[in-house]
């Protein structure tokens, strides 16, 4: 049902991700808002690592309330405030992700919703 696409005729991939993923037909789309780092009491985690942790672990709950997991994951996009945070979601990003690589595109921005927010996933899923 889903097919890596990673055209010889371009660059290949630069980190953990596939450049395209193609999926037919799809039986189920879960469209995820953005997630940030923030605990199931509403709190907001110190630091980018485990503000990104925070925000894998809400996406898997996600998933699995609607019957999906990592492995139905066709897209990410993160967005990281400031440079200097890039190197620590991508260390969580790849220890989630394992071998799962789908397209991924990393936006590192001035700032989220709130001054505290290090770190957003924005997910789609699909089966």
Not at 36 to 50: H, S, Y
């Amino acid at each position: 049902m889903k097919r890596v696409i990673n055209p010889h005729a371009i660059a290949p991939p630069a980190s953990a991700y596939n450049h395209g993923l193609l999926t037919k037909p799809v039986a189920a789309l879960l469209t995820l808002s953005g997630q940030l780092g923030e605990a199931p009491d509403g709190t907001c985690l110190a630091g980018a690592t485990d503000q990104a942790r925070q925000a894998w672990e809400n996406i898997r709950a996600i998933l699995t309330e609607a019957d999906m997991g990592l492995e139905d994951v066709a897209k990410v996009t993160s967005y990281i405030v400031g440079q200097e945070n890039i190197t620590a979601y991508v260390a969580v990003h790849k220890e989630v992700m394992g071998d799962l690589l789908p397209p991924w595109t990393l936006v590192v921005v001035a700032a989220l919703g709130r001054p505290e927010y290090l770190i957003e996933v924005d997910v789609t899923a699909a089966r």
